[in-house]
């Protein structure tokens, strides 16, 4: 059987999981759901030697000390000049691999609670990607949620379906009816498709773009077990997502659904889901005390937290920075000076 090549992307700050998360050591890096890290995490479910090869990490410079702290197997290391968004990263490794490679695209930050259902949408995604399709997994809805883009299936295919649109994030009241149909998952930025593929359909749509990562990898340079693309080409590539410069532009893109317990563990209230709760729906990590408490994200690495009466809210410590907030204000602490500036 042909191994599936799994490319990890590493990047991004994770701001609004601050204070926990920080520009010197995102979210990937640390331990959010359980003992491992959330970048050790995406490495294990790819471990399998029978299924996959041996992970391309994509990542930044500032990165670089931990991911190579944390690689606890063989790996390729893709060091980017610079940050210029998933389709560049996607291709970046795309360019280094034999056309015929089966590419599955991880973002290293993401919780997934059923390996097993992931492991299945993996070989179902492959048995697409083998026919040149571009295939998204399509996450089963939850509920109505506002901050993620959302795939409306099409047609049947073997394993999957065509994809019949995808949709920005949208209003609570369209989210509510997409939840109802029946016919939309969400979007969860996890990729598959043959590597020559991937590149053909780059150069059809964005054809500058594909044509400053192939000078790139050309005029990059190896040192053992990582890979610095030119610099100097790089820097011509525009910013631009993988669903925009590739997904949405394809006429070949397809989605395989699977309910895997996933979550992008987004910011407090995403971490707070994603952690198992006592029977009021507490979460509680490190020195914490909780009285007549509903839904309640308390974590401290240093300092007791103590709370009477609290519902819905998450209180962190992290040294000596404190954050609390509602769970409807999560989404906002990124914007924090705090945040922002560490």
Partial sequence: MTLIHP???CGGSGTRLWPRSRKSKPKPFIPLVGEQTLFEATLSRVADPALFAKPAIVTGEAHLPHVEAQLAGGASIIVEPEAKNTAAAIALAAAR?????????????HYIG????????VQAAAALARQDFMVAFGITPTAPETGFGYIRRGAALDGGFAVAEFVEKPDLARAMQFLASGEY????????????????ELTRHRPALAEAVRRAVDGGKTDGARFHPDAQAFAAIESESVDYAVMEETDRAAMVPVAMGWSDIGNWH???DARDGDGDGNRTRGPVELVNCRGVLA?????????????????????????????EGAQAVGKLPGAANQ
């Fill in 270 to 272: 995403a971490l707070r």
């Fill in 7 to 9: 490319v990890i992307l």
């Fill in 299 to 327: 974590d401290s690495d240093t300092l007791r937290i103590s709370a009477i009466g609290l519902e819905n809210v998450a209180i962190v410590v992290d040294g000596d920075e404190v954050l609390v907030t509602t769970m």
């Fill in 97 to 109: 691999l034999p056309e015929d490679a089966l590419m599955l695209v991880c973002p290293s930050d």
């Fill in 114 to 121: 059923k390996v097993p259902a992931f492991h299945e949408a």
């Fill in 185 to 200: 998952s969400w979007n969860g930025g996890i990729f598959m498709f043959r590597a020559g593929a991937f590149m053909a």
